[in-house]
């Protein structure tokens, strides 16, 4: 029987933002803060989004060893590997609480925010690196929609940030997140279509 890896992994990962979002901290809108909010410094129950993100990074980190040694030549899997690394250690260091009068660690905010930008870089770079790998025209394609919409939502989602847009900042990047774990899942099923892994 397959163990789709990456569909587990993201099952999880799922899971687990809506479980936290039953013990938010107050002031949190879903629509307004991010998913890293869940798992902000002071909040009393971070250390379930904690889980989410370290669970879901360790199993990427997992898969791929899992994957690489069946399919050697499918090199996009060290891009998946290094996203998951880092999305690990976004959720080892915490960003900066909703609540802007709880005293915070600069440097762990700091820390968080590089290790999302790295983790975004590395998932982009994979769904590149597909593009020119994959020799059918249609999943070329299909992978080029994924790289459009990711890096699309990625520079909203900075303007958001910077303060140039003012749009619901939570929902697009749910969004954004939603269209990474659609890739991972689409590319697992295209990578074991037929080969059973042991």
């Not at 889980?51 to 990427?60: I, P, Q, T």
Request: proline share 2%.
């Amino acid at each position: 029987m397959k163990l789709r890896v990456f569909a587990v992994a993201v099952t999880y990962f799922v899971s687990v933002i809506i479980i936290a979002h039953f013990f938010t901290s107050v002031g949190y809108d879903w629509t307004q803060n991010t998913i890293s909010d869940l798992a902000a410094q002071g909040h009393s129950y971070k250390w379930i989004m904690q889980a989410g993100l370290v669970g879901f990074g360790s199993a990427l980190i997992l898969g791929v060893v899992r994957y690489f040694k069946a399919y050697p030549k499918s090199y996009f899997l060290f891009f998946v590997a290094v996203y998951g690394q880092f999305i690990l250690l976004s959720g080892i260091y915490c960003t900066a609480p909703i609540d802007s009068t709880i005293p915070f660690s600069i440097q762990e905010s700091s820390l968080h925010s590089l290790f999302a930008t790295i983790a975004g870089i590395s998932m982009s770079i994979g769904i590149l690196w597909q593009v020119f790998a994959i020799v059918n025209d249609r999943e070329r394609w299909l992978r080029l929609v994924f790289l459009i919409l990711i890096g699309g939502l990625s520079g909203l989602f900075g303007l958001i940030e910077n303060g140039t847009l003012l749009l619901d900042k939570g929902i697009v990047q749910r969004v954004l997140y939603l269209v990474g774990l659609i890739w991972l899942v689409y590319e697992e099923q295209k990578l074991t279509p037929h080969k059973e892994l042991s």
